[in-house]
């Protein structure tokens, strides 16, 4: 933590401002001053907010919701980087006594082809709602909840599946990433449910479909260069993209299931017939998998 010997700080920010999802957007500079170190960065813009409404001037819109670190939906970039300079935080839990008096901040939206600007810092982030609702549902019997202790789970799957369970949805690892790549997010997912015993009837339906959503909104694919689990608020681990590679393909070679591959990803589909899918497929793993590590 960068030590402040002031209890306020006077600042500039400089910020994106775009009017709406088709209007070129600018950066423009505000000074703001008295700042108190306690102030979180959303309760900064709040003040900025009620300084340039004073003023009559447009306030700057920001996604946010819960301010606990819990809803996923304040994501900034900050001088760069997802949420800003502390590791393992969102935005919202960002403190000012994390900059130092004089600073200038760069405040700008998530920049992503999957994540439009809606307006300032606002961005479109339902390609994640409809890679989520590929996923599907999970099968439970129905009737009276089952006694909770006759499932058991062994003690270090309950936390490989608690750990990717704790992703947010906040996006943070597409905007961080050159490729813009949603895997550490689908990842997460796919290794919460694909952990569980409650998780095993749609298993391999559920990564085909929710891989073939996740190209279909245009992330790009995954280069192992590790930017999302550094930027990631819940610190999800790469080791669930491997995961996310194992149940891929396990899911493409050995289920019932992987003709839902063939019917869900446009691109390929043409290309395919009973007689050369398996070297179409094979291209595919090529394509999808350069350069990754599948353990
Ligand atoms: S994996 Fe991490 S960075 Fe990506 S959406 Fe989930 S919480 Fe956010
Ligand atoms: S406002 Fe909910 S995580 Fe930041």
Redesign the pocket.
């Given at each position: 933590m960068n030590s402040s010997a002031s209890k306020t700080l006077n600042l500039t920010l400089k910020i994106w401002r775009q009017t709406g999802p088709n209007n070129p957007g600018a950066f423009k500079l505000y000074d703001l001053n008295e700042i108190s170190t306690d102030m979180s960065f959303l309760e900064m813009l709040d003040v900025l907010n009620e300084q340039l409404i004073t003023r009559g001037e447009e306030p700057v819109a920001f996604d946010h919701d819960c301010r606990e670190g819990i809803c996923?939906t304040c994501?900034v970039m900050i001088n760069g980087q997802?949420h800003g300079p502390e590791n393992a935080t969102t935005t919202c839990q960002l403190h000012m006594r994390r900059f130092n008096d004089g600073d200038t901040i760069l405040i700008e939206p998530w920049r992503a082809k999957a994540f439009p600007v809606v307006r300032d810092l606002v961005v479109d982030r339902s390609a994640?709602d409809r890679i989520i609702q590929s996923g599907g549902y999970v099968s439970v019997n129905t009737g009276n909840a089952p006694e909770a202790n006759s499932i058991s789970v062994p003690g270090h799957i309950q936390q490989q599946a608690m750990s990717a369970a704790?992703?947010?949805?906040?996006?943070?690892?597409?905007a961080s990433c050159k490729n813009a790549s949603a895997m550490?997010?689908v990842s997460?997912k796919v290794s919460h449910l694909a952990s569980l015993p409650q998780g095993q009837t749609e298993r391999s339906k559920r990564v085909l479909s929710m891989v073939a959503t996740m190209d279909k909104e245009q992330f790009g694919n995954c280069t192992n260069t590790g930017e999302?689990e550094a930027?990631?608020?819940?610190e999800?681990k790469l080791t669930n993209i491997a995961q996310l590679n194992r149940e891929y393909i396990k899911a493409v070679l050995f289920s019932h299931d992987w003709h839902c591959y063939l019917t869900s990803w446009d691109k390929w589909r043409p290309k395919i017939n009973h007689e050369t899918w398996r070297s179409d497929f094979e291209s595919w793993v090529n394509h999808r998998l350069r350069r990754q590590i599948v353990k």
């Amino acid at each position: 933590m960068n030590s402040s010997a002031s209890k306020t700080l006077n600042l500039t920010l400089k910020i994106w401002r775009q009017t709406g999802p088709n209007n070129p957007g600018a950066f423009k500079l505000y000074d703001l001053n008295e700042i108190s170190t306690d102030m979180s960065f959303l309760e900064m813009l709040d003040v900025l907010n009620e300084q340039l409404i004073t003023r009559g001037e447009e306030p700057v819109a920001f996604d946010h919701d819960c301010r606990e670190g819990i809803c996923g939906t304040c994501g900034v970039m900050i001088n760069g980087q997802a949420h800003g300079p502390e590791n393992a935080t969102t935005t919202c839990q960002l403190h000012m006594r994390r900059f130092n008096d004089g600073d200038t901040i760069l405040i700008e939206p998530w920049r992503a082809k999957a994540f439009p600007v809606v307006r300032d810092l606002v961005v479109d982030r339902s390609a994640f709602d409809r890679i989520i609702q590929s996923g599907g549902y999970v099968s439970v019997n129905t009737g009276n909840a089952p006694e909770a202790n006759s499932i058991s789970v062994p003690g270090h799957i309950q936390q490989q599946a608690m750990s990717a369970a704790a992703c947010i949805g906040c996006g943070a690892c597409v905007a961080s990433c050159k490729n813009a790549s949603a895997m550490l997010f689908v990842s997460a997912k796919v290794s919460h449910l694909a952990s569980l015993p409650q998780g095993q009837t749609e298993r391999s339906k559920r990564v085909l479909s929710m891989v073939a959503t996740m190209d279909k909104e245009q992330f790009g694919n995954c280069t192992n260069t590790g930017e999302c689990e550094a930027a990631c608020p819940a610190e999800i681990k790469l080791t669930n993209i491997a995961q996310l590679n194992r149940e891929y393909i396990k899911a493409v070679l050995f289920s019932h299931d992987w003709h839902c591959y063939l019917t869900s990803w446009d691109k390929w589909r043409p290309k395919i017939n009973h007689e050369t899918w398996r070297s179409d497929f094979e291209s595919w793993v090529n394509h999808r998998l350069r350069r990754q590590i599948v353990k």
